[in-house]
């Protein structure tokens, strides 16, 4: 089985995200938002059709690990009130595609975060969407405030009740940014790849891990610039005393494979364990082109592990076990979708 663990819903239907823009407006104006519009489940298969289930099919992917639309959780925009309200519909929304391709979907959430507000304020969201609606993951934004890093690094105490709601749970979080406000970032360029750097270094110089020992995060888009600049980190770490980074980081931390070049993925393989990396590709996703030098879409990230120079059982790690072993609920939740 091929797991990609990283897609988001991109396609969602367009009521969907006008109510979002009504909300918004509604906020804005010092109103109460509109109700949620009804979204039938021709549209959402509509949605999802000619989309993500074609290029699972034609790429040859079999189940994809689905979040809602990564840049769309904008948690600068609004309150606390408002994040969670839409927070709730695109979950909402998610597990209504989970229910309608049981086979070819498995959910993660998108967290109702606030820049300011205590991350215990999405706890409640995280176990709505895991024990009601058999979602086995999250997307946790390490910066809410959409590029200005005004919250506490993911180091502070003040994550820790969300940390121990996600080990009891037994499910992992995604750390994944949303748009960036701060113009000085792109969001899906500088602002993503930066998030996921920033996340790895915060994690390194904490004893988050050995306060959650069984604890695990996945650091999307192939670990930002962590596994291009491996030696820097685990110098930085041996000069401050941390000791080594495979004994301190990589019970905890893994990579997914979006990065959109073989010589990337070649980088990735090499110096990451194959133990910590997941298959991914994100589509559809940030990057929808063709790479005029290969002559396929960039995203489409299988091409590339088909030409690592590993063997089939440490693909098959990378494709499934890997996510097998990293999404706890994974093999659970899949037997009850398949039933
Ligand atoms: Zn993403």
Known sequence: ?????????????????????????AFASGQSAPAYPLITDDEIRASIVGGQLRLQRERGTDLTIFSPRASAMAHHLGDAAVSE???????????????????????????????????????????????????????????????HWQDKPLSDRSWYPFYEKMVELDVPAMIHVSAACNPAFHSTGSHYLNGDTVAFNQFMTSSVFKDFPT????????????????????????????????????NNIFFDTCVYHLPGQELLAKVIPVDNILFASEMIG?????????????????????????SAGDKAKIYEGNARRVYGRLNQQLKKQQQ
């Open 85 to 147: 309200a839409w927070a709730i519909h695109c979950n909402n929304l998610i597990h209504r595609v989970c229910q309608l391709f049981p086979r070819n979907f498995l959910a993660v959430a998108q967290l109702p975060q606030t820049a300011g507000v205590p991350i215990s304020h999405a706890i409640a969201e995280l176990e709505r969407c895991v024990t009601q609606l058999g979602f086995i993951g999250c997307n946790l934004n390490p910066d809410p405030s959409g590029g």
């Open 286 to 310: 940030a990057v929808r082109g063709i790479d005029p030098e290969t002559g396929f879409p960039y995203d489409d990230t299988k091409r590339y592990i088909e030409q690592l120079p590993l």
């Open 215 to 250: 604890i695990k995060f996945i650091i999307p888009h192939g670990g930002g610039a962590v596994p291009y600049h491996w030696g820097r980190f685990r110098g930085l770490a041996q000069d401050a005393g941390l000791g080594l980074l495979k004994d301190t980081m990589l």
């Open 1 to 25: 089985m091929i797991i990609d663990c990283h897609g988001h819903y991109t396609t969602s239907p367009a009521a969907h995200q006008a109510w979002r823009e009504a909300q918004l407006t």
